[in-house]
């Protein structure tokens, strides 16, 4: 059969045509990339260990952990529905990668899977991630932080637990998210109508006594802002020597107790000009405090008045480094976030399953852990502190024609591939001969 042509409208004299005769080809074969980093520390094959197949094996076409593989690497390579695997369940590179020689599973079959999930099967989940963060070193560090925040997923539909929050303003679904640097630790589905710091007293005792299991002299230091400030997670923090340093909101005996150290930086601005700011240190005791505590406060002057700024430390160091230096570094924690919800669809809740929701999370996540794995290899280069969208884009993102006969898979990509270079380094570092 002759291949139908297309005509364009000719480039000066040159006639453009085009037809469908180029074989088999692929816009992901950097999912090969993912493929050699997943071989390596089996984090989906584990994954899918956690999950419970009711299937009979007699009539298993696809395997568990090639089904819970596709779906991570298919969020990898930017793919956020099961819709997308209805066209790309044929695409020979992901088959590759999924090392598979045959049609991938469809929508159905992926849908199913994900309705298995159970709160058995995200506590599994969520104790792989955090072996795996150990494993991530080769011996106890001094000193881990793990940062606390929490995020809006907004919902549209009748999912369960779906409840209207007044600050976000819609319905929202609000995860709590934990990292310690870049490793994800926890993503845990919530609803929103409870507070901001709902189950995180819980999660932080499940991971204090989880690491120090394995680092028993590690120093465990718990961040989060205001939201965390929390009596009950103050009190467990001291008792158990997990040290802190949080938000609290400001309020009329805090604004007191720097009224004189305010007045000066005020001085100063009228001095000099522009914004000017600085720290003060002091013991405050709320109410609901059995016995005071050490608060750092930021003190800021400029154009558009004072804005004084308050943290909680159980450290008793200079206000400056506890502030700008350690506190503020936990904004590094937002961009994580934004990869998730961004750039791997953790926001993607539109199951009437809650448990399907939760998982789609724990995907996401597990799609984040491959490419922070990724990142590992790639230290000293341009991609180091890429962005996953960033890193998809330049690695995963590749064209190439693929060949398939019973001796070899052949990938061929084109020589004008911007990152040919760096592509080739990569593949070395992952696959030594």
Request: with cysteine; charged share 25%; glycine share 4%.
């Amino acid at each position: 059969m002759v291949p139908e042509k297309l005509t364009f409208s000719p480039l000066s004299r040159r006639q453009i045509e085009a037809d469908f005769s180029g074989g088999h080809i692929t816009s992901d074969a950097g999912l090969l990339l993912l493929r050699e980093v997943d071989k390596q520390h089996r984090l989906t094959r584990r994954l899918a260990a956690v999950l419970h197949d009711p299937r009979a094996p007699e009539q298993v076409r696809h395997k568990l952990d090639t089904l819970v593989r596709q779906r991570v690497f298919g969020v990898a390579a930017g793919y956020e529905d099961f819709n997308d695997h209805e066209a790309l369940r044929y695409d020979q590179a992901l088959q590759t990668a999924l090392d598979e020689e045959d049609t991938l599973a469809g929508k159905s079959t992926l849908c199913r899977v994900e309705q298995n999930a159970d709160r058995q099967a995200i506590v599994k989940a969520h104790e792989l991630l955090w072996h795996h963060f150990i494993e991530q070193h080769d011996e106890p560090p001094k000193e881990i932080v793990l940062d606390f925040d929490g995020t809006d997923i907004p919902v549209h539909g009748e999912q369960p637990g779906k409840f209207f929050n007044r600050y976000y303003d819609h319905h929202c679904y609000f995860p709590l998210y934990v990292f310690c640097g870049r490793h994800l630790l926890v993503s845990y589905l919530r609803t929103s109508d409870r507070s901001d710091s709902r189950h995180s007293w819980a999660i932080l005792a499940l991971l204090v006594r989880f690491i120090r299991q394995y680092w028993p002299d590690t120093r465990i230091v718990l961040r989060g802002d205001s939201h965390f400030c929390r009596p009950r997670m103050l009190n467990w923090c001291d008792r158990h020597h997990v040290d802190y340093i949080v938000g609290i909101a400001k309020n009329s005996r805090l604004l007191k107790e720097v009224d004189v150290p305010m007045m000066l930086v005020r001085k100063t601005q009228w001095q000099v000009g522009g914004k000017v700011a600085g720290t003060f240190r002091f013991q405050y005791q709320a109410r609901s405090w059995k016995y005071p505590r050490w608060v750092v406060a930021r003190l800021e002057e400029g154009e558009l008045g004072s804005n004084p700024r308050f943290i909680i430390s159980s450290r008793y160091d200079d206000g400056f480094k506890l502030y700008y230096e350690q506190y503020c570094a936990r904004g590094d924690m937002e961009n994580r976030i934004k990869d998730q919800q961004l750039s791997l669809f953790a926001d993607r809740t539109s199951s009437t399953h809650w448990w399907a929701n939760q998982w789609r999370l724990i995907l996401s996540g597990f799609a984040y852990t491959l490419f922070e794995r990724l990142r590992t290899y790639l230290k000293h280069t341009p991609f180091a502190r890429m962005s996953p969208s960033n890193l998809r884009l330049k690695l995963i993102k590749v064209g190439a024609v693929i060949l398939r006969n019973t001796r070899r898979i052949r990938v061929l990509m084109s020589d004008s591939y911007p990152y040919k270079t760096a592509l080739s380094d990569l593949v070395r570092r992952l696959v030594p001969n």
